[in-house]
């Protein structure tokens, strides 16, 4: 498919005026990273995630149809139509109850990004609410989880609309919308693994959209779990905006691009064969690779604090003197997501309880698990 196949033409908006949508649409974590763009959002190498469960945002779109894009006041096609109206996107922000101005230029510039493919946008007013199930100032990116859920209830819009869509292409469109306005929320739609990037291994692949891992998983990757120790709760130090730049001239770029697509190669059989072992050698280089890149870009950046170092070190230790295959993976900050099978989750969370926990701001921690993606609420 290409951008053209997103556009919507030929529409019209006579049966419908206004409503509202609700999407619970989780956040996901790289297994392997992407790191690195091109304009419109490209990424240079293909990624892998797991899809989460238990962090996710929880969005409404109200929307409403303009006075003046009432059929009434207009004339011609739905396309004529919106050229004589307002181009202003108009709407309002809400998150957790409070109104935040401070969200508006993100919002407006994904609109922006995004208006040429849903032209219909510019003929409604919407109020968007938004909540998180994670703490806001957790170090946890909500953009993925946010951008995803609110490019789901865009495509509802359009659903209503154009009621023929097949769900297919539903979910292609939301995960083309969702990349244009965080690389990442792409992979924010479905579970429980997903794709992004053209990879000649991974049949159906997509720079401009995220897939599922269209190969049998092996079971044990069923249900695997991912604890969040929240090493440090604020903002990030390095927006991923700022941190994509520096892999423009950075000296290692080509062969971290090359390094990630050969991960994929091999966490791709690695999926299918269920080898725990070579699993967690991937995953773990993969989190240091991107943190490698970080320390040796220009300017550089450490985003792992002493606690991300010793939560690491007793991981290792737990891994060596035990049978268990737990292991970690880093996001951009100092956060670790501890990933284990499901059936070590007694023994794993004791230890997190007993040995990591510590480490944590305030003790904070959060048990989520891999999921299948984003869900419709109806209210
Ligand atoms: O989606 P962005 O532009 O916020 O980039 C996210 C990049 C990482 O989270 C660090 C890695 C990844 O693949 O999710």
């Given at each position: 498919m290409t951008e053209t196949d997103f556009i919507l033409n030929d529409f019209s908006l006579e049966n419908i005026s206004n409503g509202s949508i609700t999407w619970k649409t989780p956040s996901n974590i790289a297994l392997v990273k992407y790191w690195g763009k091109q304009e419109p959002q490209i990424p240079e190498n293909a990624s892998i995630s797991f899809t989460l469960d238990a962090c996710f945002t929880l969005t409404t779109l109200e929307y409403k149809l303009k006075e003046e894009s009432q059929p009434e006041h207009v004339s011609g096609s739905a396309v004529e139509m919106l050229k004589q109206v307002q181009h202003d996107h108009n709407f309002e922000i809400y998150f957790e109850g409070e109104k935040k101005e401070d969200f508006k230029p993100k919002i407006a510039t994904f609109f922006k990004r995004i208006e040429k493919h849903v032209p219909f946008l510019n003929a409604f007013e919407f109020v968007i609410k938004s909540e998180n199930s994670f703490p806001h100032s957790s170090g946890i990116a909500s953009s993925a989880s946010g951008i995803g859920a609110l490019a789901l209830c865009v495509m509802s819009l359009e659903k209503a609309i154009?009621?023929?869509?097949?769900d297919a292409y539903f979910n292609k469109k939301a995960s083309f919308l969702a990349r244009l306005g965080s690389g990442s929320a792409c992979r924010s739609i479905e579970g429980p693994l997903i794709v992004w990037g053209n990879h000649p291994e991974i049949e159906g692949s997509s720079d401009l959209f995220g897939v599922k891992f269209p190969y049998k998983i092996h079971d044990n990757f069923k249900n695997y779990q991912d604890t969040i120790l929240l090493v440090d709760e604020g903002e990030k130090q390095v927006s991923s905006t700022v941190g994509h730049q520096l892999m423009y001239n950075h000296p290692f770029a080509k062969q971290r691009f090359k390094q990630a697509n050969s991960n994929i190669s091999k966490i791709s059989k690695v999926l299918q064969s269920g080898d725990l072992s070579a699993f967690i050698a991937i995953v773990e280089s993969e989190a240091l690779s991107l943190h490698a890149m970080m320390m040796t870009s220009n300017p550089y950046f450490i985003l792992m604090k002493p606690n991300t170092l010793k939560i690491i070190n007793e991981i290792w230790d737990f891994r060596a003197q035990s049978n268990s295959n737990i292991c970690f993976t880093l996001d951009a900050g100092a956060n670790v997501h501890v990933l284990f099978p499901a059936k070590e989750k007694e023994t794993v969370n004791n230890f997190i309880k007993s040995n990591l926990m510590q480490f944590c701001q305030e003790n904070h921690y959060i048990c989520d698990s891999i999921g299948n993606g984003a869900i419709s609420i109806f209210k």
């Open positions: 154009n009621p023929a869509m097949t």
